[in-house]
């Protein structure tokens, strides 16, 4: 972002004009107004600080919980239109992608900017396939949890193991310690997600198989048993599932790459980094409420149950959300719900037609034209249907959010990357507005 220098014309009330770039801002409380340079389309929050009312005045802050309203980065990765719905990887459409590319390509095109060429996806392929076997230590973690704990619990605290497994990791500085790390990163996540599923079962663990494409190969590994021969998964489904990760790869300034990107700015090693963004991903508000959704079609049950349904969402009973409908920044429709939509079909023409999705498709029939809905914009996001195909695929609810930290993986890796050579950021640290108690003396506890 160009740093336009910050000059303050101070100037009476009365007179506005200011230069065309610039914002005049005008405080009733002095009378004194301030132009303040515009940028891509934003103000610089520190330019407000110049704003007091004398000398012992901090100085004004804006305020923005949940940041509605900040960037707090300039990116050349991801481009979101929310009122348009559309989705961008450096420059190219979702659609285009999802369509005529595999997950490898897109993840190199995140992280390197541009399409690999025929030798450097070789190369890419090769390193990713090389890395995908774990520490048998980490192994034994894995074995430690309980049969029952949460895939996603297990997958962010073996993530964060990791780094004590690659001190060299640490060296964030290092651009062949970062390459190193990327490898082993969007390499093991998914043998680590595969291990988590099998040790839920209580099933041996199957290793990694070089053979095999990355999406074939976590197939591989999630569903063939040992004992059994021949265990080969359906092209179908690894291209679905291949689409998928596509789809979840990256999604600029969510919840997650926030706190990937929070957390790097201390200059915390990436496995750190990725087990906290795996953390915001879990909650059932962002990548977990494709598990949610399952759960609430579920709950509904059967078709004639939706209209009741639908009701009890309205009247917000016991914080009853429509889960899988409403997006930060979608305001109109969420691209990649459209093409998952469209794959839903193929996938059931192997798989047989998911008994749920009568349900989903009715809930979506009357949600979108309930004024309720309407006026809120709510639409279908990514997790609507995802989860229905996680679960026609054979994937237990538990493991749906692990599917989706599998690919995410490449895109918090790309921002984090982003972050460190980006000479703006510091450390990430908010403000706040105290509104607690004033100084006042303590009080013994006798006299309390
Ligand atoms: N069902 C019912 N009402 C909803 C829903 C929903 N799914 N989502 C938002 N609303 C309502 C809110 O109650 C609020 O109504 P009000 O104005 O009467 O108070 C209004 O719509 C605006 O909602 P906010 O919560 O302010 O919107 P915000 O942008 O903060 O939240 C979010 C976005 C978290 C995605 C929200 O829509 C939601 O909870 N959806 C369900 C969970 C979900 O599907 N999450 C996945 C998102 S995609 C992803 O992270 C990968």
Redesign the pocket.
Known sequence: MATAEVKTAEKTSASVEGPRDALTIVDHRTGRSYDVPIANGTIRALDLRQIKTGPGDFGLMSYDP?Y?NTASCTSRITYIDGDKGILRYRGYPIEQLAEKCSYLEVSYLLLYGELPNAKQYEEWVHNITYHTMIHESLKKLMDTFNYDSHPMGMLIATVAAMSTFYPDARDIHDPASRTRQTYRLIAKVPTLAAFAYKHSLGMPYVYPDNDLSYSENFLNMLFKMPAAHGYRPNPTLVKALDVLFIL?AD?EQ???TAVMRSIGSSHADPYSAVAGAAAA?YG???????E??LKMLREIGSVSRVPEFIAE??Q?KGG???????????KNF?PRAKIIKRMAEEVFSVTGRNPLLDIALELERI?LQDD??VQ???YP????YSGLIYQAIGIPTAAFTVL?AIPRTSGWIAQWGELLGDSEQKIARPRQVYLGPAERSFVPMEKR
């Open positions: 949940a509605m979840h999604h969510n919840c997650g991903l059932p508000l962002h990548g977990g409420a494709n949610e959704v969402v309205k917000g009853k959300r429509l889960m899988g409908f409403g997006h930060r920044v979608y969420d949600a309720y809905f809120r914009k709510l996001n990514v997790d609507f989706f």
